[in-house]
């Protein structure tokens, strides 16, 4: 059983550039969540998703980020003209529902430059 | 908004030794508690959970941990910490109305174990 898949595992770009992060859930599971981890501190929400369904996007910056998981394909999280401060580690989770155990991948760490 | 607070950033315990990591939250809901432990460089992997049915709950390599509602805290134990252990661990509680939920973490406590 595959679990949550993330890749890139590690993501390098230069200021101004855009970074895509793919995320394809667990077999079965409709839920997508999206977390940002910063060195030294704990993961923050940004997004929850369901298929074509934005649910909660109050963790999200409210410029240059863009999440989306459509009814084919992985979720995308976006981030348009990186900066510095995005240099994070980002994680994928997803569930079967509400208030069920959320699985984490392995996470996209993007680095800029 | 409900809120965690992990006490202690850092804890060393040595091999065999009793393993506690502290976990307090504030909800005005009856909550749903997680404990996630990550390895380097990997993601988070559920230890346990707790879903208002028992308050002692057993997890997977022999963590467990308890919900106390008078003291609002939801610790982790261990009885005898193996080198396997060292990690860092994350308390979180689930927040959101009916179908729009979100995991807000703790800031984590990374977990040593001396030989």
């Known amino acids: 059983n595959a679990g949550v898949m993330q890749n890139p595992r590690h993501l390098v770009r230069r200021r101004g550039q855009e970074a895509r992060l793919r995320c394809s859930p667990m077999?079965?599971?409709?839920?997508v969540y999206w977390y940002r981890q910063l060195p030294e501190e704990g993961l923050k929400f940004m997004v929850y998703l369901q298929k074509e369904n934005i649910i909660d996007e109050s963790g999200m910056p409210k410029e240059r980020f863009s999440a989306e998981f459509p009814k084919e394909g992985p979720s995308i999280l976006r981030i348009q003209q990186v900066v510095r401060g995005d240099s994070a580690a980002y994680f994928c989770?997803?569930?079967?529902?509400?208030?069920?155990?959320?699985?984490f991948g392995d996470g996209t760490r993007l680095s800029i430059l | 908004a409900q809120s965690v607070t992990q006490l202690g950033s850092h804890v060393s315990v040595s091999e065999g030794a009793l393993v506690l990591l502290r976990c307090n939250y504030s909800s005005s809901v009856p909550p749903y508690l997680f404990w996630y432990v990550q390895y380097p460089n990997q993601g988070l992997q559920l230890l346990l959970k707790y879903t208002s049915a028992a308050t002692l709950v057993k997890g997977i390599n022999g963590f467990e941990a308890e919900f106390k509602k008078s003291e609002t805290s939801f610790h982790l134990t261990k009885p005898s910490a193996h080198m396997s252990d060292a990690a860092e661990y994350f308390c979180?509680?689930?927040?959101?109305?009916?179908?729009?939920?979100?995991?807000?973490f703790g800031q984590g406590t990374r977990l040593t174990i001396n030989p």
């Open positions: 979180a509680v689930s927040e959101g109305i009916q179908g729009a939920q979100k995991l807000v």
């Open positions: 989770a997803s569930s079967t529902g509400f208030n069920q155990p959320q699985h």
């Open positions: 077999k079965g599971h409709s839920h």
